[in-house]
């Protein structure tokens, strides 16, 4: 998740560039850079941290004249942060400058074929190879270029590139990443969210989904991969600046719902290749070391915990390796035992949480092997852990983590395979066809979250209600865990959350008539059980709130209401199932008046024990 700003017309685009930078800093903060045409030489220039270190970079610099540009902010996947690894990226020869969001899937084979070819690279990154195959394929048309280069790379994104030799030239494509064409006054803008150029014009074009395009000062184009222009609109945005930050959505909290499905697409790009391989680049720990992990620990704290919790299941049903799960704040004050042959997990969003680095460090003194799973590249995570899997879900603004947990959660699935891959614990048809299978949840979850408005309905009929329970078994416990920590966070209603054959061992004193518990009941082997739940919780006359699998009628006999979610296998289930949770605790929020964004007493990041 980055940001990308680039501009073409009749004024000093410098300070244009830098300030739409600053409205996307939300999308990456690791790094930032920019590139304009100065006396028909592009200039680049870059900045390691946030954007008040690129503007220390741009002062004094004599851009003034520049009249064509670009800009970025980067949220790092491939190479650590750096100004070597901060876009834009040139090609050898410093014609071509070119800035990217997303992910290109089989960049290393290109990087490979490039260098064989002469190409000398300057980053890490997998987005430098876009602008050394733009080199390759430039005979004087850059608008070709942009298109053959399309054709030569996989994976999710959006760029935009200028040469030198096009002063008043702008080219790029996009796949699946977001990018928008301002229009204003004899100029163009281009960014991959609307805040970038909103104080200066209103007028946007949408570009699709593969399609291509070229802007010079008076003219955009929008044409397919065969370069035939294609008609398309002006839009005209009435959004406030602050809606406009927000992607046009109320809250954070709720854009970042409805992100999950590109962070899942993120965070298991480029790692399922296919052929039943597992590659994590990042991880760091040789796969003999892995075969002979003998226990896995998982340490972390709140909603990461309960991804922890979902790895637990998983990693013993695909790797059949033995899966111990602790609160990191009592790991760190145990005494547990450990041993080389211990994987000790902790999990973390921001890599910053104090409790899970202690925990990881005191892993580290007892000779256990350490993998850090968290959303921020370069944290202090990344640098007490053996290795590394990134989640890739971009920058969460809202405090209560939504689209973080999903990103987790599929981390810790691409985990499981891994170890189930070197342990030979599932055949190769098997990692494959549950790799396939995962890849396919982001679809699913676009199309579910396109009509959610059963978890409104279910909200304005009980967010007046003093108490919730959450019941939920196997994969649904850590889901109904978190559904329950949400509804807290943000509503401030008391919730308990329990393993629901443990509900007469004490809680189901808690219940009176029309109390409303809500009941994970996705299919799985654990069905029947939680349906034998359900019973003793009506014939308390308490009022029934589940969330099951698309198809089955059948929960409607046993429930007052349903929130039904698309069909998956049993260990992928926590991935759909959560989602309808976090949407029944975002509205009864809403409509008791909360700020879902910022709850009271709350911090997204806890660095103190």
């Known amino acids: 998740m980055c940001g990308i700003v680039a501009y073409v017309g009749p004024r000093s685009c410098t300070s244009l560039l830098y300030q739409g930078l600053r409205k996307l800093e939300y999308r990456g903060y690791d790094s930032a850079g920019l590139s304009v045409l100065v006396d028909g030489q592009i200039e680049v220039v870059r900045a390691v941290g946030n954007m008040d270190s690129l503007e220390q970079e741009l002062k004094g610099n004599g851009h003034a004249e520049a009249r064509l540009g670009l800009g970025h902010t980067r949220w790092a996947t491939h ?5 070597e690894n901060a876009h834009p990226h040139s090609d050898c020869s410093g014609k071509i400058s070119i800035v990217l969001n997303g992910i290109i899937e089989n960049y290393a084979g290109l990087r490979k074929e490039l260098a064989r070819q002469g190409h000398q690279f300057a980053s890490e990154t997998d987005a430098e190879v876009v ?5 390759k394929h430039y005979h004087g048309d850059l608008l070709e270029a942009v298109r053959l280069t399309y054709a030569d790379i996989a994976g999710h994104f959006a760029f935009c590139a200028i040469h030198s030799s096009h002063p008043e030239m702008i080219a790029g494509a996009r796949k699946e990443c977001p990018l928008l064409i301002g229009v204003g006054d004899g100029e163009i803008f281009v960014a991959s969210a609307i805040p970038a150029f909103l104080s200066e014009t209103r007028d946007v074009v949408i570009v699709g989904d593969e399609e291509l395009f070229v802007a010079t000062p008076g003219d955009v184009q929008i044409l397919d991969l065969e370069k035939k222009r ?4 002006i839009t005209r945005v009435n959004w406030d600046v602050d809606a406009a930050e927000k992607g046009g959505y109320e809250t954070f909290m709720r854009k970042e719902i409805f992100e999950q499905p590109d962070a899942l697409v993120d965070t298991i790009a480029g790692r399922l290749p296919g052929g039943g391989q597992v590659v994590l680049e990042e991880m760091l720990i040789p796969d003999e070391v892995l075969a002979g992990i003998d226990k896995v620990y998982i340490v972390a704290c709140g909603t990461s915990y309960h991804a922890g919790m979902v790895g637990r299941y998983v990693l013993e049903n695909w790797a059949r390796v033995a899966v111990e799960l602790d609160i990191a704040s009592e790991f760190r004050y145990r005494e547990p035992v450990l041993s080389p042959a211990t994987l000790v997990v902790g999990i973390s969003q921001s890599g910053e949480t104090a409790d899970t680095l202690a925990a990881m460090r005191q892993a580290r ?8 799973i968290t959303n921020i590249m370069g944290s202090q995570a990344t640098r007490d852990a053996n290795g590394v899997i990134y989640t890739r879900a971009g920058l969460e603004i809202g405090v209560a983590a939504t689209k973080t947990h999903l990103a987790q959660i599929a981390a810790i699935h691409l985990l499981a395979l891994k170890l189930a891959q070197v342990k030979g614990a599932l055949d190769v048809n098997e990692i494959e066809g549950i790799a396939s299978e995962l890849k396919a949840v982001p679809a699913l979850l676009r199309q579910y979250l ?7 309905e279910i909200a304005k009929r009980y967010y007046q209600q003093p108490f919730f329970l959450y019941l939920g078994r196997g994969v649904g416990l850590p889901v109904c865990l978190e559904g329950a920590l949400k509804l807290k966070e943000i509503s401030y209603i008391p919730t308990e959350a329990y393993a ?5 061992h004490g809680p189901i004193a808690l219940l009176d008539k029309g109390s409303p518990v809500v009941v994970v009941a996705t299919d799985g082997h654990v069905y029947e059980k939680v349906v034998s739940n359900i019973e003793e919780v009506r014939a308390r006359d308490a009022a029934v709130i589940a969330v099951a699998t698309e198809g089955n009628e059948g929960i409607r006999a046993y429930s007052d209401d349903v929130m039904y979610v698309p069909a998956t296998s049993e260990m992928l289930s926590p991935l759909v199932s959560v989602v309808p949770l976090q949407l029944l605790a975002y509205h009864i929020a809403q409509l008791k008046g909360c700020n879902v964004d910022q709850p009271r007493n709350l911090a997204k990041t806890v660095t103190v024990e």
Do not use: F, Y
Not at 79 to 83: A, E, F, Q
Not at 131 to 135: R, V, Y
Not at 230 to 233: A, D, G, N, T, V
Not at 500 to 504: F, H, N, V, Y
């Open 230 to 233: 294609l008609e398309r609109e």
């Open 450 to 456: 396109k009509n959610e408005s059963a978890a409104h």
């Open 79 to 83: 190479g650590r942060p750096s100004t």
């Open 365 to 372: 003194r007892m000779d256990a092997r350490v993998l850090a």
């Open 500 to 504: 629901a054959g443990e509900m007469k």
């Open 131 to 135: 602008a050394h195959l733009i080199e």
